[in-house]
């Protein structure tokens, strides 16, 4: 069945997405409160807070010098600065322990959904199936909707333990034999904060291979990963042109405000997605791909530094969440937290709306992560 | 008939786009070439040059305090800051003519191209048929292509005469009555220069109420109006709902690094486009949107220097073309020209690659712009 435009932009739904809270009329929530209005300032959790933590090094610096290169940084190829591509090529191939081509495999992009939403258009057709873990980053349902594909969901049983994500892998291989021939999945796993464990990732990986199966890889907070924690980087485990990474300077570094992403692995796609940015945004702003530069060159101490405050931050709200007994996974990296709420005497958007009425604190309702409407995380 | 992923990927061919050409080998260039390289340094005529020309006053520190404000402004919605969209909606209704809703009718984009991809994904759907003037800027027609759009072509006489750009208003109508319910189009003409006359406003709007079509105008060129031109604002002839107008500051500012597009207008279409915005990139990067606080904010007179600067380059260039018998339209806005060729002794590519690397003059193909791909311009 074919979906009109108009179908696609109902699919799109945009109103409790994370940062659209402003345009939320507060409606007659003050008829549902139980009791008054809690004291404290507003606390937003849907978002990073380039206020509490400061930017990498040097970022600004970097943009300023790029204003006044001028021309040469304001029109760069529409894939990026080639001098900046090939500094990133040599830091994400350390990082990840495979090549990277700066040439034919790296592109920037606005933001990391820049380039997720890129990759998604380069490789989902009309009536395409993709699997797509549940829960897992609310635009991934969407952008695969929006391409006329379809969700193939797997599930990942993330309250099940905490040395593995949880990936259902049966309900993996049963979407690859349905005909799924591209997973797109965040890892660390955004909103749970769950790392695939090597287990998963070499399990992953042999499937796709079996099935000739692309994958997306969004690895936007493999950096801050928690003490003590392992990262298996799928790009490693299978040949090159299979497999898009996409990661960004944005929370850990306190760089959001930029908006700057980048895609690497697969010289096709990669090709492909310069394409469409060619007709989407032309390119990352040019000016802004300079703080690429600070990206991986930070201090030495400094990214161990900043874990560590993220993670006093996390160890703080898991002791408030347990103290009342809302069942939360430990988050192994990222800067999120996914509570199971009990049941409720109202609805998930009437106790959102008043948490943040009530409580003054601001959250994404679980519903936007892909698991059923009433459910909150 | 529906496109595959790899019809709508083959057309959005970008080998010979500006900016483009650092990707270009060289080839066996050097045995067309007919006596020796000229002298003289690189000249790249395919885009703005921001090195020639200072950013309006005030950009970057604007910049820079948008980094100082922190999460407030990295993290706008979707549609961009409130506070700018305020600002700009006021700006823009002076400028226009016609009303713009900040709350409901304004959304910031990563460029114009940015805003012209929106607009066109919100409103074009498999099959639909979209009118675009030959030749114009030379992503409408791949932009429409990539969404299913059928392209109904509609002929500028642009030689013809020069108070007028030459629209051949019989073969709109024609378009309309064979099913188009959108035409999109630059004004002033990229690459021609050319501004529609008050009385093709007209009639255009006319037509436009008569067949119940919508409106894409891309005025980005909009201000650099040469000395004694006259400039209509199709959105003040037309229902509100009808027009998306889109603008930003640019080349004409040398603004270009910053990347940042406004569409105002019609609110429906606005709202589609930030539901797109959402899974496409976000927002225009956060801090950029700050920049636009300067623009139409130029200090008295600036404007009219930058104009007149402009001007006196087109009219050099003007001066060598007619020297050289090469018939071109006096654009009377824009920072383009766009001479027609004699018969030439090789191809139209070939001459292209000629002329950067015997000449160091760097150019756009005419093809590029939508007419037959064997002529220039």
Redesign the interface.
């Known amino acids: 069945m ?1 979906l ?2 108009n179908d696609r ?1 109902a699919a ?3 109103d409790n ?1 994370p ?2 809270e ?2 939320q009329a507060a409606g007659d929530v003050g008829n549902m409160m139980r009791g008054e209005v809690l004291p404290g300032r507003l606390v ?1 959790f849907s ?5 509490a933590f400061s ?1 990498a090094p040097g970022s ?1 610096e970097r ?2 010098e ?2 006044d290169a ?2 040469r ?6 894939r990026g600065s ?1 001098d900046i591509r090939a500094e990133l090529a040599i830091k994400l191939a350390a990082f990840t322990g495979a090549p990277v081509s700066a040439e034919q495999g790296t592109i920037l ?3 990391t ?2 380039a ?2 890129l990759a998604v258009a ?5 009536g395409d199936k993709v699997a797509i873990v549940q829960p897992d980053y609310f ?1 991934n349902r ?2 695969v909707q ?1 391409f006329g594909g379809e969700v193939v969901p797997v599930a990942m049983n993330y309250m099940a333990r905490t040395a593995e994500a949880g990936l259902d892998l049966d309900q993996l291989r049963a979407a690859f034999e349905a005909g799924a021939r591209l997973f797109l999945f965040s890892n660390p796993n955004n909103p749970t904060g769950a790392i695939y464990s090597e287990r998963e990732i070499a399990a992953i990986a042999e499937l796709a291979a079996a099935f000739h199966v692309t994958i997306i890889a969004d690895q936007l907070y493999s950096r801050l990963l928690y003490e003590g924690e392992i990262y298996t980087h799928i790009r490693a485990r299978l040949p090159e042109e299979r497999v898009i990474t996409i990661m960004g300077p944005s929370k850990t570094e306190s760089l ?4 700057l992403g980048v895609a690497f692995g697969s010289a096709p796609i990669v090709e ?1 997605m ?3 940015q ?11 791909q300079a703080v690429l530069r600070t990206w991986f060159s930070e201090p030495v101490g400094w990214m161990e530094d900043r874990i560590r405050l993220h993670q006093a931050i996390r160890d703080e709200l898991l002791g408030v969440f347990r103290e009342a007994a809302l069942p939360t996974r430990t988050a192994q990296a990222g800067s999120y937290l996914f509570p199971r709420l009990p049941e409720l005497a109202l609805g998930q958007h009437d106790f959102i709306r008043l948490l943040r009425h009530q409580a003054k604190v601001i959250v994404t309702p679980g519903s936007e992560f892909g698991r059923t409407p009433t459910a909150f995380g």
Do not use: C, W
């Open positions: 074919m009109t435009k932009f799109l739904a945009t997405a940062g659209q402003v345009r937003d978002h990073g807070d380039v206020d930017p600004f943009f300023a790029a204003v001028g021309a940084q304001a029109y760069t190829e529409y080639a992009t606005p933001g959904q820049g997720l939403f380069s490789l989902v057709d009309q635009a969407k952008l929006f959001s405000g930029y908006r492909r310069e394409k469409l060619a007709i989407a945004s032309l390119r990352a702003a040019g000016y802004n």
